[in-house]
C-alpha cells in the first residue's frame, strides 16, 4: 500500500531520493505502523517528537499500536527549541 510521508525541518535528511520538498510517497506492508516507517528511514526516535496520521496526534506510546491505511499521510517534526 502507498502512504504520503511529510518530514519537516532537520528530519527532511532521512526523506528517500526520490523525495519531493519534503515528501515522498513510500510503499510499505498493510497494516504498518508509524514506528516501522520511522525505523526503516532510520529516524531516531528521539528525534520524532510530534507525529500525525491525516492531521491526528500519535501519542509516543501508540507509534507502534496504529496501523497505517492505503493513502495516508503520515508527519513527523522533530523537537523545537528557542527562547
Not at 523525495?19 to 516501522?36: D, R, T
Not at 528511514?41 to 501508540?62: D, F
Request: charge should be negative; proline fraction near 10%; charged fraction near 20%.
Amino acid at each position: 500500500m502507498k502512504v504520503t510521508v511529510k518530514l519537516f525541518a532537520l528530519l527532511a535528511q532521512y526523506l528517500p531520493p526520490h523525495a519531493k520538498e519534503n515528501q515522498a510517497e513510500l510503499e510499505v506492508e498493510e497494516g504498518a505502523s508509524p514506528g516501522v516507517i520511522i525505523d526503516r528511514l532510520n529516524m531516531p526516535r528521539a528525534n520524532c517528537h510530534l507525529v500525525l496520521i491525516n492531521g491526528n496526534y500519535v501519542p509516543p506510546s501508540q507509534l507502534e499500536q496504529v496501523a497505517l491505511k492505503e493513502g495516508d499521510a503520515l508527519a513527523i517534526w522533530p523537537p523545537v527549541a528557542g527562547g
